[in-house]
């Protein structure tokens, strides 16, 4: 990983793989969780994957890799975290280890190891 991003460049390809090139294609998760707030907590840009797992890429890191601020209203959709969990219910249950800790930050540590791609 590189130091001014929290993520693999593997997740960097592969959300830009899912969103064909563009940003823009993303729904972008608006953080409005009730957990512990961590360091890299924010807002987030979301798409699902080839396999419909989550792509999940922090706001911070999009907007530092790509050099530019990004306006939530040139995303495909806009969806509150809260949302986002509702929807990923049951895999996030069977996929992250703890029940009191932010769901989205537990799924990029899951998704960011090495091999956890394609």
């Known amino acids: 990983m590189d ?34 707030r961590e ?11 080839y396999d419909c797992r989550p792509v999940l890429l922090p706001l911070a890191d ?9 306006d939530r209203t040139d995303c495909a959709a ?11 219910h049951q895999w996030i249950l069977l996929s992250t280890p703890s029940s009191s800790d932010c769901p989205i930050q537990q799924l990029l540590h899951l998704l960011n190891r090495p091999g956890n791609g394609k």
Do not use: K
């Open 62 to 70: 999009a907007e530092n890799f790509l050099g530019t601020r990004i």
């Open 3 to 36: 130091t001014t991003l929290s993520v693999s460049y593997e997740t960097i390809a592969h959300f830009f793989e899912a969103t064909e090139g563009n940003y823009r294609n993303a729904i972008y998760i608006s953080c409005s969780c009730s957990y512990r």
């Open 78 to 88: 806009t969806i509150s975290s809260a949302c986002f969990i509702r929807l990923y």
């Open 39 to 49: 360091s890299g907590c924010g807002d987030f840009l979301y798409i699902p994957g």
